[in-house]
């Protein structure tokens, strides 16, 4: 029989549709396509405006809210899923930020005991709602993403004429980066430093590592599956928190 060119066009799309409604394991029933993969995301798309909300500070940095509230209207400026310059009754969105801690701490010394490198480090909580005026019931859950800590770090050297208000410009570029990842994701992981992913966890915190228990002291792989890296960071970083306060 002589195909035509239109015959061997619908046997091909026939053949594809054919594949597409097959019986596999993830798809048992070969009347049905499978469904698109659904992701757990924190911020629907259906909501495209945010409000952030002055930054409250617990720690004696007046310097930092104003200047992280400027880093995080420029980071989901960069990021494109939501825009920030509205009002707030007119935002879908309310972003809550708070200071919790700022720490300046000497890394080395010279000979006669004076600190040669620096490494400061900022803890913030974050608290995402849903603006009342858009929820579509009494029992719609107003929460999208409950208090979460991040935190961020950097160092300086004013033996390279680096200065603690430079490496605080990059402390905020980089929280706000973690903020707005964060956001989205309910965590940062992907923007932590490998200082971060490989840190030692001290004798003392080995109970909190359950996976852990033959070892005394604990190095989490940076190639860990990913979501046993998260929960043991959480865990980890939860505890850090607590002890600190």
């Known amino acids: 029989m002589k195909m035509t060119k239109h015959t061997i066009i619908s046997l091909f799309v026939f053949s594809l549709l054919a594949g597409r409604c097959a019986s596999t394991p993830?798809?048992?029933?070969?009347?049905?396509?499978?469904?698109?993969?659904?992701?757990?995301?924190?911020?629907?798309?259906?909501?495209?405006?945010?409000?952030?909300?002055?930054?409250r500070s617990r720690a004696e940095?007046?310097?930092?809210?104003?200047?992280?509230?400027?880093?995080?209207?420029?980071?989901?400026?960069?990021?494109?899923?939501?825009?920030?310059?509205?009002k707030k009754e007119e935002s879908d969105i309310?972003?809550?930020?708070?200071i919790?801690?700022?720490?300046?701490?000497?890394?080395?010394?010279?000979?006669?005991?004076?600190?040669?490198?620096?490494?400061?480090?900022?803890v913030a909580t974050i608290r995402l709602i849903k603006n009342p005026n858009?929820?579509?019931?009494?029992?719609?859950?107003?929460?999208?993403?409950?208090t979460t800590t991040i935190q961020s770090f950097a160092t300086f050297s004013p033996l390279q004429f680096e200065t603690e208000m430079e490496?605080?410009?990059?402390?905020?570029?980089?929280?706000?980066?973690?903020?707005?990842?964060?956001?989205?994701?309910?965590?940062?992981?992907?923007?932590?430093t490998?200082?971060?992913?490989?840190?030692?966890?001290?004798?003392?915190?080995k109970s909190i590592l359950k996976n852990f228990q033959e070892r005394s002291d604990v190095v989490i792989p940076k190639d860990m599956p990913k979501e046993e890296r998260d929960r043991l960071e959480r865990e980890y970083d939860q505890y850090q928190y607590k002890d600190d306060e």
Do not use: C
Not at 101 to 119: C, I, N
């Open 26 to 55: 993830e798809n048992p029933n070969p009347d049905t396509a499978v469904a698109p993969v659904q992701s757990n995301e924190i911020i629907p798309s259906r909501y495209k405006t945010l409000y952030i909300h002055n930054i």
């Open 61 to 86: 940095t007046p310097y930092i809210p104003q200047r992280l509230k400027e880093k995080l209207r420029i980071a989901y400026l960069a990021d494109g899923r939501l825009q920030t310059d509205n």
């Open 94 to 98: 309310w972003l809550y930020t708070t």
């Open 100 to 122: 919790e801690h700022y720490r300046k701490t000497p890394l080395h010394y010279d000979q006669f005991g004076k600190a040669t490198q620096y490494r400061i480090a900022v």
């Open 134 to 146: 858009i929820l579509e019931s009494k029992e719609e859950e107003p929460v999208l993403l409950p």
């Open 167 to 192: 490496a605080m410009e990059s402390l905020m570029d980089s929280l706000g980066q973690r903020i707005v990842l964060t956001s989205f994701e309910g965590w940062y992981t992907d923007l932590k």
């Open 194 to 205: 490998e200082e971060e992913l490989n840190y030692k966890v001290h004798k003392n915190q």
